[in-house]
C-alpha cells in the first residue's frame, strides 16, 4: 500500500509558477513510477506527465511540454511538479499516483495506477 499526498497548490496569477509536491508513504517510493493528472471543472481527468522509478525518463503531455518539469527524489519519498508560465487553461485539481514499476512505462493510462492522492487545487486568475 502507497498514501500519497499531495501538497502545494493555490491561486496563482497568470503567467506565474508554482510547484506542486507529492509526499509518499508505504511501500518502496523507488519501485514506482510516478504520474501527475489533472481535472477541470467539466472536464475529464487528463495525463499531465510521468517519471520512471530512478527519473531517467519523463514524459510530457503536449499541453505543457516546456513549461512544466517532474522530479522526484527518492530518499526523501517525493515527487515534484513544477508549473511555469500558468495559464488559465491549467487550472485543475492535480492528482498524484503511483504505477508499479513493473508496468509498461510509455503507456499513460489513469487506470494502470495502482494509487492515487486527494489532489491540490491550482487556480490561475487571469
Known amino acids: 500500500q502507497v498514501q500519497l499526498v499531495e501538497s502545494g497548490g493555490g491561486l496563482v496569477q497568470a503567467g506565474g509558477s508554482l510547484r506542486l509536491s507529492c509526499a509518499a508513504s508505504?511501500?518502496?517510493?523507488?519501485?514506482?513510477?510516478m504520474g501527475w493528472f489533472r481535472r477541470a471543472p467539466g472536464k475529464e481527468r487528463e495525463f499531465v506527465t510521468t517519471?520512471?522509478?530512478?527519473?531517467?525518463?519523463?514524459l510530457y503531455a503536449d499541453s505543457v511540454k516546456g513549461r512544466f518539469t517532474i522530479s522526484r527524489d527518492n530518499a526523501k519519498n517525493t515527487v515534484y511538479l513544477e508549473i511555469n508560465t500558468l495559464k488559465p487553461e491549467d487550472a485543475a485539481v492535480y492528482y498524484c499516483a503511483a504505477k508499479d514499476g513493473t508496468k509498461f512505462f510509455y503507456r499513460n493510462w489513469a487506470s494502470d495506477y495502482d494509487y492515487w492522492g486527494q489532489g491540490t487545487q491550482v487556480t490561475v486568475s487571469s
Open positions: 517519471i520512471s522509478q530512478t527519473g531517467d525518463r519523463t
Open positions: 508505504g511501500r518502496a517510493f523507488s519501485g514506482y513510477s
